[in-house]
């Protein structure tokens, strides 16, 4: 497999669009999203009805439907750790502002992370969620409320004002 462009790589974010039965990974320019904090607004560049991959297998550039999957993973290698068990609660995570919330797919895969708390996780097709397992793949995971088994709210997070 011929070596990819490290620089290309890194300033790329890795994606694996889920589905019930299979996966697209692929990359996507900063460019055409929006930065990781935009996202985390819910203020992408354009809807997430598609997104825009360099397919890892083939390297072609397709848009890719989000209609019927459960999730879009921003991930932080392609590789993962099978092995990985997801910590659930995370005495040193750094605290970040929103809802503290877990999340259940149809297929059985949980979730825990941060959301905004405004009006987008109820209003629209999905969120962003900002996974609080330090340790674990997910940089960050585009919601798609279809996907959803279950949704709880474990408490709200704030930054104390001696942090600040």
Avoid: C
Wanted: overall charge negative; glycine content about 6%.
């Amino acid at each position: 497999m011929p070596k990819r462009n490290d620089k290309e790589t890194s300033e790329s974010y890795r994606v694996v669009v889920r589905y019930e039965n299979h996966a697209v990974r692929g990359l996507v320019e900063p460019s055409e999203l929006g930065s990781i904090e935009q996202l985390l607004r819910n203020d992408p560049m354009y809807p997430l009805d598609s997104i825009r991959l360099k397919l890892l297998d083939s390297e072609t550039i397709e848009d890719v439907s989000t209609k019927d999957a459960k999730a879009v993973f921003f991930v932080k290698t392609f590789d993962g750790d099978l092995r990985h068990r997801a910590l659930h609660f995370h005495e040193h995570a750094p605290i970040v502002a929103g809802l503290w919330v877990r999340v259940y797919f149809y297929d059985g895969e949980m979730i825990e992370g941060i959301i905004s708390n405004t009006k987008d996780f109820v209003l629209e097709t999905g969120f962003f969620l900002r996974p609080t397992d330090p340790n674990g793949n997910n940089r960050l995971v585009y919601v798609l409320k279809a996907g959803l088994k279950d949704f709880h709210v474990l408490g709200m997070r704030n930054p104390s004002k001696n942090s600040a």
